[in-house]
């Protein structure tokens, strides 16, 4: 299921993959001090030891006066400014504060047909695990051997994409901002309790819920996101569980509609689908929930040297400009060690 979930997200995005493509996150941490940019290049190098979808990446480092000078709705700047530089690779950038050396980021947008956003969140906890162990943590063989991927031919899946950013493409800033909030964690039921207010307090007409659909693998690349829609009539009927129990189900069907999946041309028409397809739901309010990630945080060895407080992250600009429409949204959460941080958006 992972390998044809690969490579049904490769052909589900316009082609040729631009600048509004890409996927920016930020995972923080808590680190006695600051791992170098030597200690990201030999860390990374790891990751690329045959791995059949990336060969390569653009690594910098940035620095910061505070947190509060880098909040999520800037990332889009950063992905813009760097582009050319890594159009044909991913972004990789070692993220410090000034009013805190005790900080650090691991900030990189992957381009979303092939990378999604949970295997971005497990790149960023593998990439920290290896700098703090001195050995490859990525393991990348050993999960491909696990999942049974068959990698010889996913290199005619691979996009083209573009080497310069058009005029329309060039946002900085997203057109809408985020409402941070931390609670204590909850079970799924309640937090889609509270989706389903901010639903029917926009009057949206659809729920979008951003799914992953293999969170048991290993494997820290490959897009495996699903898009699932629950229609009005069915949220405001329905409790917090029910809508997950709802959305389960579409999960179930869209599965085996991937399975059918054999060549690349089943691939291709299915892909070029997906989008055309979302944008015949109007006043859509999205949800993408990671769920409970403690394990992956990075205290379970040398936690001193690198331990995760915070992950941040947005959809690309194609998808999440429309949470900037009348009736639309997105509400982003994810629990680490009983904290629920959420992130929803907000017109500008």
Not at 13 to 32: G, I, K
Not at 107 to 113: G, L
Not at 148 to 171: C, F, H, I, W
Not at 211 to 233: C, D, I, Q, T
Request: aromatic share 12%; hydrophobic share 40%.
């Amino acid at each position: 299921m992972a390998d044809k979930m690969i490579r049904l997200n490769l052909m589900a995005f316009p082609r040729p993959l631009n600048v509004a493509q890409f996927y920016p996150a930020l995972s923080t941490y808590s680190v006695e001090q600051p791992f170098s940019l030597d200690d990201f290049r030999d860390a990374v190098g790891h990751f690329f030891d045959e791995n059949p979808l990336f060969s390569k990446c653009h690594l910098i480092e940035r620095e910061f006066e505070s947190p509060e000078e880098f909040p999520v709705e800037s990332f889009q700047a950063i992905v813009l400014d760097e582009y050319p530089n890594y159009y044909d690779g991913f972004l990789l950038m070692s993220v410090t504060y000034k009013s805190n050396p005790n900080i650090q980021g691991i900030f990189t947008a992957f381009p979303m047909s092939i990378q999604d956003g949970y295997r971005c969140f497990r790149f960023h906890q593998a990439l920290m695990s290896t700098m703090k162990a001195g050995e490859d943590r990525f393991r990348i063989a050993e999960a491909i051997a696990e999942l049974q991927l068959q990698t010889a031919d996913l290199d005619q899946y691979l996009p083209a994409r573009k080497p310069s950013v058009d005029e329309n493409e060039t946002v900085r800033l997203m057109p809408w901002t985020v409402r941070e909030t931390v609670e204590p964690a909850g079970k799924i039921g309640s937090f889609l309790d509270m989706v389903k207010a901010e639903f029917q307090k926009r009057s949206s007409e659809n729920l979008l819920v951003m799914k992953n659909a293999s969170y048991a693998a290993s494997l820290p690349f490959g897009n495996h996101l699903m898009f699932l829609f629950v229609p009005r009539e069915a949220v405001d009927r329905s409790s917090g569980n029910q809508i997950r129990d709802y959305y389960k189900e579409l999960a179930v069907e869209g599965e085996k509609a991937v399975a059918e999946l054999e060549t690349p041309e089943d691939f291709a028409r299915a892909g070029a689908a997906v989008f055309p397809w979302i944008g015949t739901h109007p006043r859509r309010f999205g949800v993408n929930n990671y769920g409970d990630v403690s394990r992956y945080d990075g205290s379970d060895f040398l936690p001193a040297k690198g331990t995760l407080v915070q992950y941040q992250w947005h959809m690309p600009y194609i998808v999440s400009q429309g949470a900037a429409t009348e009736g639309s949204g997105m509400h982003m959460t994810i629990t680490i060690n009983g904290k629920a941080f959420h992130f929803l958006t907000e017109r500008r």
